[in-house]
């Protein structure tokens, strides 16, 4: 305590030290036998780890220093204006008084510091109780906010391994939208891999992940965003999400393809297994054999884990890649499309609806489109599009300057072969063909 006090008188002599220092040297001032500008007058400073010291904008030459005996040379520094630093008898007086008070504030902070955490350490195993509780208590008090802010639901728990429910939500996704559509999830003992298909930007990747968050905030004990939930006990989730690390020093698929080995390695029937997009970091012939392979091998299991996928991946229902199976069921996010001749953005509406069946259509150029791609990249993308769905070969892309250079050598070349070596003039023929060139 008593440590406490002179720290308290220390600052405050600190705090008020500007004030002295121009006090004194007012009085200082008065005595000197030189002269100097008001604006310029000698005044004395504090500096840190050096003391008190004379601060002069005029070095003293030695007829001065004859007449002031006790100043002493300490240094000099540059700036926007040259000063010179002297110790004289009172600032050595104001070291001894005073000495380096700054620092002395530091080494009596420090050692206040060390007696306290010295007397706090003998207290840690309540300590440590103490901010367990609290940041339980923390936890519980943020989930419950949310919770009521957000119209969550209490979850039921059940040692069936299934997951039940009615109008789920993500949690972050619909805070974000005007209009969030919610969707159902039912798995249960047949069906446990769900296959879903559907355009870009239909919703299927914020479903997928909407199941996984209510599986998850149900086991930390949270109220989960849905109209009533019954989850069955996950050991673990797995996901292969096509998530991008910097520092990895793997490609993007090769990261994928860990992310599932270890899913096909430890999954049981109580983990959920999320996959979005696996396979398409890699040629499609590969991503549809190393897709089709994954699900055939859950598939095979007597009771398969829960499993969301969603897939561009269509060529493996046409080439009949996957065998017919009582665990798999397909899904589809549902469109609406006015009719098969639609060619606008406004014709096309998606419903972010989860449906039974798959598409086979992804709508990549509506959703181009969406994104705000130049119309003539879309137009021509449509062109190569139609051009490999006919088998047929892809027309050269025409465009005005395009155009006007072919006509140029197709009349340079017409010229060419009219054109007679022997008697025309060379350097002129090629003036007259290519005239910015000369």
Known sequence: MQMRYLLDELRTVYEELPDLLDQVSASENASLPLMHDNNRAPHIVYVHQIGYLMCTYDKLEEEDLQQLQDFEFAFSEDGDEKKYFYHTFKTRELDNLLGDIYHKILDMERAIIRDLVT???????????????????????SLALVARQNNYVRPILTDDSLIDIQNGRHV???????????????????????????????????????????????????????????????DRIFCAMGSKSMTAEQ??????????????????????????????????????????????HFANYEFPPKVLLCTHLTEMF??????KSENIKFYTMS?????????SVDDIVFLYRLIPGHALLSYGLHCARLAGVPEEVVKRATLVLDALKSNEPISRLANQKILAKDQQCKDAVAKMLTFDAYKGDLEQFFQEIFPAEF
């Open 172 to 234: 972050l996704q619909e805070m974000t939208v005007d209009t969030f559509v919610p969707n159902d999830t039912k798995i249960l003992n047949d069906g446990r891999i769900n296959i879903i298909t559907g355009p870009n930007y239909s919703g299927k990747s914020i479903y997928v992940k909407q199941v996984a968050l209510v599986v998850f905030l149900s086991h930390v004990g949270s109220f989960v965003p849905a109209d009533g939930a019954v989850i069955g006990i996950t």
């Open 335 to 343: 469109v609406l499309k006015p009719g098969n001749n639609c060619v």
């Open 119 to 141: 007397r706090i350490l003998q207290f840690t195993p309540q300590l440590i109780k103490a901010v367990n509780f609290a940041a339980e208590l923390d936890c519980f008090l």
């Open 251 to 296: 490609s993007s698929f090769m990261i994928d393809l860990h992310q599932v080995g270890m899913m096909l390695r430890q999954a049981t029937p109580r983990s959920l297994c999320l996959l979005d997009e696996f396979g398409k970091g890699t040629l499609t012939e590969d991503g549809i054999g190393l897709l089709g392979g994954i699900i055939l």
């Open 318 to 323: 046409n080439d009949n890649v996957l065998m």
